[in-house]
């Protein structure tokens, strides 16, 4: 690949990138997987985060905001730390990395496909470049959203 085709470069025009969803696996113990899915959205207005929301079967959805940097390094090489964090497995038939998240409340290890979430990633860096998330920014909306925080009232 030659230097100017980066798949981190934005293109001249941003295209829309569609949900992902993925089926994975809930490690619940050591033997004992739960498949489930996992939608993963990008918001070319909020780049540096994805959001994953994981389905369940019965009962409401859960909701992390993941840093787009920590996924993508995360599906060749260690990635993360404290709450979320992300590594590839041991290879194998077909490639999958580890997510594991963490809070006071619990703790959770997924294994899901590497491919269709590498190409995923691929495609919202060619709407948004790694240079570029962080232009335009309106930081107090952003924390607010990432915080899950009501928008302060207008005066």
Same mark, same amino acid.
């Given at each position: 690949?030659? %230097?100017?085709?980066?798949?981190l470069r934005a293109r001249s025009a941003p295209e829309f990138v569609p949900s992902l969803l993925l089926d994975l696996d809930q490690?619940?113990?050591e033997f004992t997987r739960l498949p489930m899915r996992a939608k993963f959205r990008f918001d070319p207005d909020m780049p540096a985060v994805i959001t994953v929301e994981f389905l369940a079967e019965r009962g409401p959805s859960l909701?992390?905001?993941?840093?787009?940097?920590l996924l993508? %390094?995360?599906?060749?090489?260690m990635s993360g730390c404290g709450d979320v964090r992300m590594w590839p497995? !041991?290879?194998g038939e077909r490639p999958t990395s580890? !997510? !594991?998240?963490?809070?006071?409340?619990?703790?959770a290890l997924f294994e899901l496909? =590497?491919?269709?979430?590498?190409?995923?990633?691929?495609? =919202?860096?060619? =709407?948004?470049?790694a240079e570029a998330e962080m232009d335009g !920014?309106?930081?107090d909306g952003f924390l607010r959203e990432l915080l899950d925080e009501p928008a302060a009232p207008s005066e």
């Open positions: 690949m030659r %230097r100017d085709q980066s798949p490690m619940l113990d909701i992390w905001h993941i840093g787009r940097e993508h %390094r995360g599906v060749t090489s497995a !041991l290879p580890w !997510l !594991l998240l963490e809070s006071e409340e619990m703790e496909p =590497t491919a269709p979430l590498a190409e995923w990633l691929d495609a =919202t860096y060619r =709407t948004v470049s !920014l309106n930081w």
